[in-house]
C-alpha cells in the first residue's frame, strides 16, 4: 500500500493566502512588502508595496548578473517579473502546491528544481550569476547553506539574501522564523564571500505586520467567532468535547495571531531584515 504524506498546513495556509490576495488585491505574490513613507499602510497598497519590494531587489543586481537560481521561489511571482525583465530563472522549491502555482504563473518554460535545496542536486555543469534568497534563507541550515550557493556559482558570481534575522533582545516574540543574527554574521564571515552591499530595511518591512494584526482583528477574529457561535448552538456537545481536545492549539492560535502581538513595533523589536549583496571570490 502506498504511503501517502502529510500536507503542510503552513503550506496549504499559504496557497489559501495566495488565492484571496489574488482574488481581492489582484497580488500574486506572497513576499512581504516594502513601505516607504508615501506609501499608506493599508491592505489596498499591499500590491504596490510588493512591487516596491521587487524594484528595490532588482535594482541591485549587478550588470554582468543573466541568469539566477530562485532559491525557494515561493508562488513564483518575483521569477515572472525577472523573466518578463530579460533574465534567465530557474527555481528551487519543497512545496509541490507552492510548485504548481508558480510553474502556472512564470510559465511552463520555468524549470522547478523540485526539493529542500539542501537534498536538490545539480550537474556539476550548472553554474549560474546569482544565487537569490528572498525570504527563504531563514528555512535553509545554516551551516551548509552558503557553501553550496558558492558551490553553484561560476567564479565572481553573487549571492543575495533579503530576508530577516532574530535579534538579540530579551522576552519570546510571537513573530516566528529567523535565524539568528549574531550566528549568521558568524557563519559569513568564515564563508569567505565578499560583502559589497549591505542594507538594513527592518523599518520598511515592519509594517507590514500591521497589516496582519489588522487582518486578524478585523478579519480572522469575527470569522472564528461566527463559526463557533454556529458550532456552538448546533453541535453543544461536539463542541465541548472539540474545545477541550483542543484547548491548547486553540489557545495557541488565539495568542499568535488575534492577541494583537503581531505588529510592527514587536516585529522590529524582535527581528532584523536584512538585504545583502555577496560575491564569491574570482
Not at 72 to 97: D, H, M, N
Not at 237 to 254: G, M, N, P
Request: hydrophobic share 40%; proline share 3%; charged share 25%.
Amino acid at each position: 500500500m502506498v504511503k501517502t504524506e502529510k500536507v503542510d498546513s503552513k503550506e496549504v495556509g499559504l496557497v489559501v493566502g495566495l488565492n484571496l490576495f489574488n482574488f481581492f488585491l489582484g497580488t500574486k505574490d506572497l513576499h512581504y512588502g516594502l513601505w516607504t513613507d508615501d506609501l499608506e499602510v493599508k491592505v489596498q497598497n499591499l500590491p504596490e508595496a510588493q512591487k516596491r519590494y521587487s524594484d528595490f531587489l532588482i535594482s541591485h543586481f549587478p550588470e554582468d548578473v543573466k541568469t539566477i537560481l530562485d532559491v525557494g521561489c515561493g508562488a513564483g511571482g518575483l521569477a515572472t517579473e525577472l523573466l518578463s525583465r530579460g533574465y534567465q530563472v530557474e527555481g528551487v522549491s519543497p512545496s509541490p502546491l507552492l510548485s504548481e502555482a508558480a510553474q502556472n504563473q512564470a510559465g511552463e518554460n520555468f524549470k522547478i528544481h523540485h526539493g529542500r535545496f539542501e537534498d536538490v542536486e545539480f550537474s556539476v555543469n550548472v553554474k549560474f550569476d546569482m544565487v537569490m534568497f528572498s525570504e527563504s534563507f531563514q528555512y535553509i541550515t545554516l551551516d551548509m547553506v552558503l557553501d553550496k550557493a558558492q558551490s553553484l556559482l561560476r567564479p565572481g558570481g553573487y549571492i543575495v539574501i533579503c530576508d530577516f534575522f532574530k535579534t538579540d533582545a530579551k522576552g519570546k516574540s510571537v513573530i516566528g522564523g529567523g535565524h539568528k543574527f549574531d550566528k549568521f554574521q558568524k557563519v559569513l564571515k568564515k564563508s569567505g564571500l565578499k560583502v559589497l552591499e549591505e542594507k538594513d530595511i527592518t523599518k520598511e518591512a515592519a509594517p507590514n505586520l500591521d497589516l496582519v494584526n489588522q487582518m486578524g482583528r478585523d478579519l480572522l477574529m469575527p470569522t472564528m467567532k461566527l463559526m463557533a457561535y454556529t458550532f456552538k448552538t448546533n453541535r453543544p456537545w461536539l463542541s465541548k468535547i472539540f474545545t477541550w481536545k483542543f484547548r491548547k492549539k486553540l489557545d495557541k492560535i488565539d495568542y499568535k495571531y488575534l492577541s494583537g502581538e503581531r505588529n510592527a513595533e514587536s516585529f522590529a523589536k524582535y527581528k532584523v531584515y536584512k538585504f545583502y549583496l555577496l560575491q564569491k571570490a574570482g
